[in-house]
């Protein structure tokens, strides 16, 4: 019997962010790439979309590679989780961001998505954050810089497709609360 594709990437990336937890949060690190993917699955995404956001912080928080990703899920599925991940960790915070903005402004629609999704999720989890403790624990730079940045990546998700997909509908009214109700 054939493994699901969903399931079978549920199981890479649990296996892969085995002891790593959330930032901010006592939650173990898997819980933020499942609800990646439901985001996405519950909003009607393909198979392989789904699948690269369950997988998008791999190659960026574990030893596993694009070359990994490929070789268990093919190129599509490859190709979102790079559009999706950041190149060089070591790089200053400015330029990682730069260039997920810049990355992602051209992207496949199903990159955008799940670049969407990913923030929909960081975001939801600051403002739990936000009302649980009074502060955010999971945004780390100063608000005026991540009000920039989630901002810039939320323009460079609609740019050249419909801003009206749910998902973004979503990102847009989650940025608003976040960074407009202070």
């Known amino acids: ?3 699901d594709k969903i399931e079978y990437a549920i199981y890479y990336a649990t296996k892969a962010h085995k002891g790593q937890t959330r930032k901010g949060e006592d939650v173990d690190m898997i819980f933020h ?3 990646v993917g439901m985001i996405l699955e519950r909003n009607g995404c393909d198979e392989d979309t789904v699948v ?3 997988l998008h912080d791999v190659v960026e928080d574990t030893p596993h590679t694009f070359e ?3 070789k268990e899920f093919g ?3 490859r190709d979102y989780v790079y559009d999706a991940s950041e190149p060089d960790k070591s790089l200053p915070w400015i330029e990682r961001k730069k260039h997920t903005i810049e990355q992602i402004k051209n992207a496949p629609l199903s990159s955008k998505l799940i670049v969407a999704s990913d923030k929909i999720s960081n975001l ?3 403002l739990s954050n936000k009302e649980k403790y009074g502060e955010d624990k999971v945004l780390s730079r100063n608000p005026e810089e991540q009000k920039w940045y989630y901002t810039s990546v939320y323009e ?3 740019n050249g497709v419909d ?3 749910p998902i973004f509908e979503r990102y847009k009214e989650i940025l608003e609360k976040v960074f407009d109700e202070d």
């Open 33 to 35: 790439p499942f609800t």
């Open 1 to 3: 019997m054939k493994i």
């Open 156 to 158: 460079s998700c609609i």
């Open 68 to 70: 990994d990703i490929e």
């Open 124 to 126: 939801q989890d600051a």
């Open 75 to 77: 190129k599509k599925v």
């Open 52 to 54: 690269a956001g369950i």
């Open 163 to 165: 801003a009206t997909h």
